[in-house]
């Protein structure tokens, strides 16, 4: 299994009279876009541009995508989720860095996520400094939440799709290609890459090739099936807890191991599994996932990541002592759930185990203040937030997207003093 | 920042050099000049800070007479107008521990000024003030004060002029338990893959995240009598009245309410909400007896099998709540529940 990725790196886009790739400029044509992605179940449907260093803010920020699709087929982009049942992470897909599809989900949620292109709020998220092509669609009458959510996210992945197209016939500037290869006399650690999905209800789910994982036990992938598409986000409802399909496609994790590999260390492989909720399953999880390691993958290391809040932080402390069992040392990342300037170190994780004694931090939650900016997409009021929307606004950074990752994709951590 | 700040150095009779355990009892009184250890931290300060003053209390006065005590202490101070007080460093010893954690502490509240102190990692003095107090590492005896006053002497000039102070590893001083986010150079992902392989090569890591430390709490004994037993429900489900009266926050609690259920077979939807936001509250706000469930409850009184449900119900939100405001909770609840004369809980949660 091979993927080759190859990344056209666009450095302006604009609406113009064609959607193409002239340069680096990716140049959109509204009508005919939204014509392609159009849905019976979305109504209003708009797109638009916010650029990075503009001072505009992006409310009501739902999933965030990188325009993918496969060379060889096009249909088979993001595959079970919007594109037909392939394989995903084998063959030629090509990539526009430093664009998103940026959906803003227009249904009540309990919380509601925002970016800021400019300003001090800028500086805590990955997506002020791309191009994010805003798409801002409503539910038709009689659209439940469940059916918004479906057609919402098949709009934008088909948008992701069209949008690379227009690079097919363009040489790339960047070419990547990701194998693990076998390694004989290697005798570089081997290392498991374990991450839990969190996956309890629509709205609040990862998919797998579409498949939305509720009660999956652990399951063997390949690290190319993570970065090619075969995990999408479709958690509207518990924004902060769910990672973005664009840090999926982009995993940090799996692209550091993937660096590294055959230098110093040996990549093994990837196993998932979903955080329970009850004591027993995530035992019965753990100890599966464990056997997989150590008899199918031969690791020696694991690196374990989580979605969801605290609960999954049970569900990796089990795996930590499974694992340990069979003599494989872990390293955990872990966001920390208590905000800044009040509680101890005490405060960030609920479990004890001395297996557990390699933790990275993904950041604490902490209040951030946002400036003052000229335009505002995607929603005009947000709970909570008092006053105009485009004004100076105190907001909790795990509600802005792109800040904390739990895979990993986080520069902020938090110190104690 | 050219102008010598002036110090106010506070220690005990020992260190002073007045006596030991039998001048305990000597009451506050001030030299105006260095003494016993306040020489050794002016040589630190050099020419950057001068120790005006020096007050000098009994460790047995100051413990028997705190109360009048600290305001006393705290006006002498005052009236020396230092920018910043050195208290102690008290090492292990524990009355001067805390009397220096009671002056630091109050001169920087009353007075607005800095104030720092040094103490050992046993000193009950650490607890009780780590977190107002800068409180330098030292070690259990004055032996080895020279590194250590320096440390205090750097942290005192720099609380003294405003400056932002460096973490506790830097400083050394110990970390008094709030957070902060910093930015790192390297990502999350990469740093864990830099500590596992650390780990695997036995080379030395340090942990982003200390593992808590909980407590052991022994259960309480069980009911032996339960037919005679008044039952309470306690909940961290978050269910309260209908407006919330008692304006119990949806995450990270600090507070609990205490609501009548007297005379009532069941709890009706109409009546109550969810303010804890971390579940799907759909079924309790259809049926709150599925949280709360006074409904069975009654149906197991009146058929004998306990004394009585107890005429109100403790709530509060269980989302996030820190170990601190746990701790405090439940033993305001478990206070309570005693003066109420309650034998057993139903501790429900989510």
């Not at chain 2, 306990?306 to 609840?333: D, Q, V, W």
Request: a negative charge; aromatic letters at 8%.
């Amino acid at each position: 299994m091979q993927l080759q990725l190859e990344s056209m790196n666009i450095q302006a886009v604009k609406f113009g009279e064609r959607s193409e790739i002239t340069g680096r400029t990716l140049y959109l044509n509204r009508g005919d876009l939204l014509t392609k992605i159009h849905d019976e179940q979305l109504i209003n449907m708009d797109i638009q541009i916010a650029e990075p260093g503009e001072s505009c803010r992006i409310s009501h920020v739902g999933d965030v995508i990188e325009p993918r699709v496969k060379a060889g087929d096009p249909d088979s982009t993001f595959p079970g989720s919007a594109g037909k049942l392939v394989r995903a992470g084998d063959g030629v897909t090509r990539c526009l860095k430093g664009v998103t599809v940026m959906e803003t989900y227009q249904m009540p949620v309990p919380q509601y996520s925002l970016v800021d292109m400019k300003g001090n709020g800028a500086q805590y998220t990955v997506f002020s400094k791309t191009y994010n092509i805003v798409l801002t669609a409503y539910p038709a009458e009689e659209t439940d939440k469940y059916q918004y959510a479906a057609a919402l996210k098949k709009a934008s992945l088909a948008l992701a799709r069209y949008l690379a197209e227009l690079s097919l016939n363009i040489p790339a500037d960047e070419i990547n290609i990701y194998e693990l290869k076998e390694k004989p006399g290697c005798d570089l650690p081997r290392v498991v890459y374990i991450h839990q999905l969190f996956s309890h209800k629509h709205n609040v789910e990862p998919l797998l090739y579409g498949d939305d994982c509720f009660g999956i036990l652990p399951t063997l992938v390949h690290p190319n099936e993570i970065l090619d598409g075969a995990i999408i986000n479709r958690n509207y409802e518990q924004l902060s807890n769910g990672e973005a399909t664009y840090t999926m496609q982009n995993h940090p994790v799996i692209l550091d191991l993937y660096a590294r590999d055959g230098a110093d260390l040996d990549f093994a492989g990837v196993i998932l599994l979903n955080s329970s909720s009850e004591l027993v399953d995530k035992r019965r999880s753990a100890m599966m996932a464990a056997t997989q390691a150590k008899y199918y993958l031969k690791a020696d290391l694991a690196i374990i990541s989580k979605e969801g809040g605290g609960h999954p932080q049970l569900d990796m402390a089990f795996c930590c002592d499974y694992l340990a069992e069979y003599g494989i040392k872990t390293v955990m990342l872990i966001t920390e759930l208590m905000t800044t300037g009040n509680g101890g170190a005490n405060e960030s994780i609920i479990f004890n185990t001395p297996n557990a004694d390699a933790i990275v931090s993904t950041g604490s939650f902490e209040n951030i203040e946002l400036d003052e900016v000229e335009r505002v997409i995607g929603g005009d009021v947000l709970p909570g937030v008092n006053g105009p929307l485009n004004g100076r606004i105190v907001f909790p950074n795990r509600y802005i997207r792109g800040a904390l990752s739990q895979i990993g994709d986080s520069w902020v951590r938090a110190v104690e003093y | 920042m050219t102008e010598k700040f002036r110090a106010v150095h506070y220690t005990n009779q020992f260190f002073a050099q007045i006596g030991g355990e039998e001048k305990a009892d000597i009451k506050p009184f001030i030299k105006e000049e260095t003494v016993g250890p306040g020489k050794l931290l002016q040589n630190f300060l050099g020419d950057r800070a001068e120790i005006v003053a020096t007050v000098i209390c009994g460790d047995t006065y100051f413990a028997e007479n705190i109360d009048a005590v600290v305001p006393q202490i705290t006006e002498i101070i005052a009236s020396y107008k230092p920018d910043f007080v050195v208290a102690g460093p008290a090492f292990a010893s524990g009355r001067l521990g805390i009397a220096c954690g009671a002056v630091c502490s109050s001169v920087m509240q009353n007075l607005g000024i800095p104030a720092l102190s040094g103490m050992s990692e046993e000193n009950p003095g650490l607890e009780m003030y780590r977190k107002n107090v800068y409180i330098v590492q030292t070690s259990g005896n004055a032996r080895t004060m020279g590194q250590e006053m320096k440390k205090i002497a750097d942290l005192g000039l720099k609380l003294a002029g405003g400056e932002e102070t460096g973490s506790p590893e830097e400083e050394g001083y110990y970390a008094r338990g709030f957070k902060k986010n910093v930015f790192c150079k390297v990502k999350a992902s990469t740093r864990a893959i830099d500590m596992i392989l650390a780990k695997y090569h036995g080379r030395p890591f340090t942990t982003e995240i200390p593992l808590p430390k909980f407590d052991r709490i022994d259960a309480a004994e069980p009911l032996t009598a339960l037919k005679d037993a008044r039952i309470a429900l306690v909940t961290d489900g978050g269910l309260v009245p209908l407006g919330n009266p008692d304006g119990i926050e949806m995450a990270s609690a600090t507070k609990w309410g205490y609501y009548s259920i007297e005379g009532l077979d069941r709890l009706e939807a109409s009546d109550y909400e969810v303010v804890h936001r971390g579940y799907d509250n759909t079924f309790v706000r259809e049926n709150p007896n599925r949280l709360v469930p006074v409904d069975a409850m009654r149906i197991i009184e009146k058929r004998g099998m306990i004394g009585c449900l107890h005429h109100h119900y403790f709530a509060t939100t269980g989302l996030i709540t820190s170990l601190e405001n746990s701790k405090r909770m439940g033993k305001e609840i478990a206070e309570k529940l005693i003066n109420d004369k309650v034998n057993g809980v139903l501790l429900t949660s989510t």
